[in-house]
Nanobody, 124 residues
């Protein structure tokens, strides 16, 4: 069993920044790749970013590439998502997920556990 708890969401103006955190417990965190997804109202949950277990490999959705950065601190069992140059279309509930059990990192089914989500709202 793994527990994932997200934090750091909120309301920000377009062009602003937020940093999301995901605290993990219950397993050896450093053994697993992790990911972030998001779900906007009326839309499917979509892939945002993923990071390897060591942190030396990352992948991003095209919509966030160059603006978002995923990182991790294995000593703190925490994954981060730094979001810069935020746009109104980034408004969504953001979910942390892991461990990743497949190389198809963009699929929801590749992740075993999910957090409860944190709301990010970007005003124009």
């Amino acid at each position: 069993q793994v527990q994932l708890v997200e934090s750091g969401g909120g309301l920000v103006q377009a062009g602003g920044s937020l940093r999301l955190s995901c605290a993990a417990s219950g397993r050896t965190f450093s053994n697993y790749a992790m990911g972030w997804f998001r779900q906007a109202p009326g839309k499917e949950r979509e892939f945002v970013a993923t990071i390897s277990r060591s942190g030396d490999s990352t992948d991003y959705a095209n919509a966030v590439k160059g603006r978002f950065t995923i990182s991790r601190d294995n000593a703190k069992n925490t994954v981060y998502l730094q979001m810069n140059s935020l746009k109104p279309e980034d408004t969504a509930v953001y979910y942390c997920a892991g461990p990743r059990i497949s190389e198809n990192y963009y699929l929801r089914s590749s992740y075993v556990y999910w957090g409860q989500g944190t709301q990010v709202t970007v005003s124009s």
